[in-house]
């Protein structure tokens, strides 16, 4: 669909969960129109059913601090538009309203402390010089595979310390949860997509039981183990939490050195202000990780009236209401 289709439909008509925007670069237009017109719209004919999407700063911030009216628990959903089998979602408190998600999360915050990332800065950069020295001088290389997967994997193994030699399983396993079951092969439905996590699961499994027995370290999985709110996880819990902090990792750090790559190419009069004056990185760094949208939607379950007083139309609860885009605080 081209530009000027889009501007000539009704916005209830437009599918803004449709990834394809993503590449043909019509998700400007939309959330556009969106933002001007309707910023809390009601979608009924989606590739995932009805929804509500919101798409300003002001009301995304609003729906995401007041969890008794918009909820992302397990139980009701997610943050998953699709609905999912309630037997192969995975529990973490990515899908958990406080207190539960307040007390996980807390387990884990540290390891993203101002403390231990100035301790992983001089790792993370002597693995990237190490990346991109082994890299051959005039030869096409892919990038993706070469840089952005393989600084992933070894960033992830040393957060979690896991095996460095089976690095390439975390960033392999990130894939497989992302994977869009309409694209075809061998995997066509979510529980075929659980039970080919098994082997993650058993992995970190046994990584968990031994990582008790043993005094508390300052990596991901050590934490879990210790920490009273999460130490006693059954498997589809620990597999939950494994994968949330896995994704999360890949998503943000392979898709930013992606897309920032993309991003310099595409802009070379932004790439020769970054030479000029290095000092730009601070700010570049942030700004490609809004411009890459890593995560293109997240949705909750609203559970009575909501952003802006709006009724469902159809007088349904729990419709998801999605949060689309990347939005600004100057949005609104």
């Known amino acids: 669909m081209d530009v000027a289709s889009i501007k000539g439909m009704p916005l209830e008509d437009i599918d803004p969960s449709d990834q394809t925007r993503f590449v043909d670069w019509t998700l400007f237009e939309v959330f556009d129109r969106m933002r001007k017109e309707r910023p809390v719209c009601y979608h009924k004919n989606t590739q995932y059913g009805p929804f509500w999407s919101i798409t300003k700063y002001k ?70 010089n190490d990346i991109l020295d082994g890299l051959p001088l005039d030869t096409e290389i892919e990038w993706v595979d070469a840089m952005s997967v393989e600084l992933t994997g070894r960033v992830l193994a040393r957060l979690m310390d896991f095996p460095f030699e089976d690095r390439r399983l975390l960033t392999e396993w990130s894939d497989l949860v992302n994977l869009d079951l309409k694209v075809g092969g061998e995997i066509t439905d979510e529980y075929k997509k659980y039970e080919a996590l098994a082997p993650c699961g058993a992995y970190f499994r046994k990584l968990y039981e031994e990582r008790k027995e043993l005094p508390p370290q300052h990596d991901l999985v050590s934490m ?109």
């Open 59 to 128: 009301d995304i911030m609003e729906a995401e601090l007041d969890h008794k009216t918009f909820s992302s628990d397990a139980k009701y959903g997610g943050i998953w538009i699709k609905e999912q089998p309630q037997d192969t979602i995975r529990k973490s408190f990515m899908v958990a309203d406080p207190p539960v998600h307040d007390e996980q999360r807390k387990v884990v915050n540290p390891i993203v402390s101002p403390f231990n990332l100035q301790r992983m800065e001089e790792f993370v950069r002597a693995e990237t």
């Open 224 to 332: 879990l183990a210790h920490a009273s709110n999460t130490c006693n996880m059954n498997d589809q819990e620990l597999r939950g939490m494994i994968i949330l902090l896995m994704v999360g990792g890949n998503d943000t750090t392979r898709n930013t050195i992606s897309g920032g790559a993309v991003a310099l190419n595409e802009y070379p009069h932004e790439y020769e202000k970054l030479r000029a004056n290095p000092a730009l990185v601070e700010s570049m760094v942030p700004e490609m990780i809004r411009w890459v949208s890593r995560s293109l939607t997240c949705a909750a379950r609203h559970m009575r009236h909501g952003i802006q007083g709006r009724e469902d139309q159809e007088g349904r609860q729990g419709h998801p209401l999605v949060h689309l885009g990347q939005p600004r605080r100057g949005d609104d």
